[in-house]
């Protein structure tokens, strides 16, 4: 068996997914395996579909790393806020508890983040120097700040304030629909949300990710920024892959 695999999975408001995964290649080894999110969003309903996907993947994937990104900020194994997921997951030993019901260790991390570091090791900024800003819009916008490949978790970009009102509350994807703004008017606001970024944190990249990054023909044009925007490669899969690489880099490190 080799050493260089690893189980991610990726708990959403709607679905839960996950997948053996070659670290070295980024390539899934197994099918991606999909179940619903149990209605409410509670802890221990979705540590039931994590442990069904975890033996979906196989014997082989018992003894190996197992990564799980979910929609909370997360700080040494505790989850701190709930997105589209039960509010009994504030305050949550997630780690600790899931690690207790299925007897191997466990890295939670936040679902953003697990795909900041995908896209740096697998996906569009391979190799990209300096930092990189992924954001995430959809619902509200997820941020993951990536330094030269390492991980600065838990940012949280899409609270941000500008012109006293939160960035993600006019920004994310729907934003636009809520406010009924056509894709150039949208544009504009996203626009001053990433010039805002990059006078706070001068990155040498920005990648665009969510459901809306699929419509990126409608909008993308309309933004110029003083830095490269690209759109995020890795979409459904970004999640798993960044939780089982970060999965098996934190074990590596013990």
């Known amino acids: 068996m080799s050493q260089q695999q690893a189980v991610g999975i990726d708990v959403g408001g709607t679905g839960i997914k996950g997948a053996l995964v070659d670290i070295d290649t980024g390539e899934l080894l197994s099918e991606r395996i999909k179940y619903p999110t149990p209605e409410g969003g ?58 207790g019901r299925l007897g191997r260790e466990i890295v939670f991390l936040n679902d953003a983040d697990a795909a900041g570091v995908a896209e740096a090791h697998y996906g569009e900024a391979v190799g990209a120097p300096g930092l990189t800003i992924l954001t995430t819009l959809g619902t509200g916008i997820g941020s993951a700040l990536v330094q030269d490949g390492v991980l600065i978790a838990n940012t949280e970009l899409g609270h941000l304030e500008i012109d006293g009102e939160v960035a993600e509350h006019r920004s994310s994807a729907v934003a636009r629909q809520r406010l009924g703004q056509d894709w150039q008017e949208w544009a504009a606001g996203l626009q001053r949300y990433y010039l805002h970024l990059n006078r706070l944190f001068s990155p040498n990249l920005f990648l665009l990710g969510g459901g809306v990054s699929k ?14 925007i690209r759109i995020a490669a890795l979409r459904n899969n970004a999640g798993i ?8 880099t934190t074990r590596a490190s013990r």
């Open 215 to 228: 419509e990126a023909d409608h909008f993308l044009h309309f933004i110029s920024l003083p830095v490269p």
């Open 42 to 99: 509670h802890p221990g309903d979705i540590f039931e579909v994590i442990a069904r996907i975890a033996s979906d993947c196989g014997p082989v994937a018992s003894g190996l790393p197992l990564g799980v990104c979910v929609p909370s900020v997360v700080k040494n194994g505790r989850t701190l806020t709930a997105a589209n997921i039960a509010t009994d997951w504030i305050g949550l030993e997630a780690e600790k508890t899931l690690e």
């Open 241 to 248: 892959l960044g939780a089982a690489f970060l999965a098996h």
